[in-house]
T-cell receptor, first 111, second 112 residues
Framework: DQQVKQNSPSLSVQEGRISILNCDYTNSMFDYFLWYKKYPAEGPTFLISISSIKDKNEDGRFTVFLNKSAKHLSLHIVPSQPGDSAVYFCAASGNTDKLIFGTGTRLQVFP | DTAVSQTPKYLVTQMGNDKSIKCEQNLGHDTMYWYKQDSKKFLKIMFSYNNKELIINETVPNRFSPKSPDKAHLNLHINSLELGDSAVYFC???????????FGPGTRLTVL
């Protein structure tokens, strides 16, 4: 029973273009959502988060959008850079201390 | 000045052995976690501790025993290792005022 799903295992984008990573969740009790970036042989690094009282949060090149009615969030990276190539995990939390992670999307940004 | 550190980074051992993984954070956080990332890359919480007290135990076999000597350390001891324990184990910590967790670099455990 996977409560957080990232249906695209991989995404390839040209440098300078927009990368859009998607995430769906099933548990309506989730009220906080996060995106993590992970390079090989390293731990996940926190990127950006959003509370369920908002529908958008922006930090530099990264913007997270939340559509509560669709139980869907997305991460937009613009412009994409080669250094953005990594695995991106979305995660959600509710009224417990647990983070529930998706299975990740591997982003490759090519020149 | 590493925020969350784990040792060792790699651990190869035989089935049936007992091993420990250590985790330390210098962020002053009260809450620490252990996660397991399996072969399918699924990252799943195992335990969380708040100020040395166990908060979450996600139906992990009791061969796994976390120990928190102080709030900056959360070690993971595994008894009678099995092949299925092969995975990457991540330690993480969180402060009180926000939900973001900060992860260590991971320990890749291989059980032969």
């Amino acid at each position: 029973d996977q409560q957080v799903k990232q249906n695209s295992p991989s995404l390839s984008v040209q440098e300078g273009r927009i990368s859009i990573l998607n995430c769906d969740y099933t548990n309506s009790m989730f009220d906080y959502f996060l995106w993590y970036k992970k390079y090989p042989a390293e731990g996940p690094t926190f990127l950006i988060s959003i509370s369920s009282i908002k529908d958008k949060n922006e930090d530099g090149r990264f913007t997270v959008f939340l559509n509560k009615s669709a139980k869907h969030l997305s991460l937009h990276i613009v412009p994409s850079q080669p250094g953005d190539s990594a695995v991106y995990f979305c995660a959600a939390s509710g009224n417990t201390d647990k983070l529930i992670f998706g299975t990740g999307t591997r982003l490759q940004v090519f020149p | 000045d590493t925020a969350v550190s784990q040792t060792p980074k790699y651990l190869v051992t035989q089935m049936g052995n007992d091993k420990s993984i250590k985790c330390e954070q210098n962020l002053g956080h009260d809450t620490m976690y252990w996660y397991k990332q399996d072969s399918k890359k699924f990252l799943k919480i195992m335990f969380s501790y708040n100020n040395k007290e166990l908060i979450i135990n996600e139906t992990v076999p009791n061969r796994f025993s976390p120990k928190s000597p102080d709030k900056a350390h959360l070690n993971l001891h595994i008894n009678s290792l099995e092949l299925g324990d092969s995975a990457v184990y991540f330690c993480a910590s969180r402060g009180d005022t926000y939900n973001e967790q900060f992860f260590g670099p991971g320990t890749r455990l291989t059980v032969l």
